[in-house]
């Protein structure tokens, strides 16, 4: 299992969730949980975002498929065979869990550029939403970071604002670091590794804090902090 912080290729991720992965919601693609895939460049097409303390995730659902304005008209949460969307999926899982059920763990990974994927921890989710927006309703959900359920690999760190490496910071730090490990300067098995850890005051937002380290360095450095 991977740590919050990997660097991966589509081909690992998928290797992962023993599925191909090609669409941005994919519920219960695993008996255990749901996975979701993001993006926050420029270009991506749905303006996902953490909030100010970094324990959040505002996700936003996904557009009609196959539909000319599917930019135009609302998030469909049923097909034309009133069968559930994506969308639908993960909204009644929130109701499900407003009834009683277990909430939906979802894992989440994050685009960072062509080819260059990281994994951003596991979440629950915890709320579904209708919201207006550019004139139609789109589909927002909102994910909270499931700490029991990862394993890092480095010393144990609380959930405090700013855990999470804001997407900047990790373009910053990948194109610094030449997308290698900075102590042996292989481009495998990479890790977004706080120098200074976070739960002795080390920073996320600061990309001099930050740096690319693979599996084997990043687990010598937690050897020692340990």
């Known amino acids: 299992m991977n740590s919050r912080g990997d660097v991966l290729s589509h081909h690992q991720m998928c290797a992962i969730e023993g599925k191909m992965l090609q669409q941005g919601m994919n519920f219960r693609s695993s008996e255990s ?44 949460l049923v097909t034309n065979h009133q069968t559930l969307t994506p969308n639908g999926k993960f909204f009644k899982a929130v109701a499900d869990a407003n009834s009683g059920a277990p909430q939906e763990r979802v894992r989440v990974y994050e685009k960072l550029k062509p080819g260059v994927w990281v994994f951003n921890g596991t979440f629950r989710l915890t709320e579904a939403h209708l919201v207006s927006a550019g004139g139609r309703l789109v ?88």
């Open 139 to 226: 589909c927002e959900f909102t994910l909270v970071l499931d700490d029991e359920s990862e394993a890092p690999l480095q010393v144990a760190q609380s959930l405090s604002p700013g855990r999470l490496i804001p997407t900047e910071v990790k373009l910053l730090v990948w194109k610094r670091d030449g997308g290698r490990c900075v102590q042996c300067g292989t481009s495998e098995n990479l890790h977004f590794d706080h120098i200074l850890p976070f739960s002795l005051g080390g920073t996320s937002v600061n990309a001099d804090n930050i740096q690319l380290l693979c599996q084997k360095h990043n687990l010598e450095k937690s050897a020692r902090i340990i």
């Open 33 to 76: 949980h749901s996975v979701v895939l993001m993006s926050r460049r420029p270009n991506a097409p749905y303006p996902d975002r953490f909030s100010v303390d970094g324990r959040s995730l505002h996700y936003i659902g996904h557009d009609a498929y196959g539909v000319p304005n599917k930019t135009e008209i609302d998030q469909p």
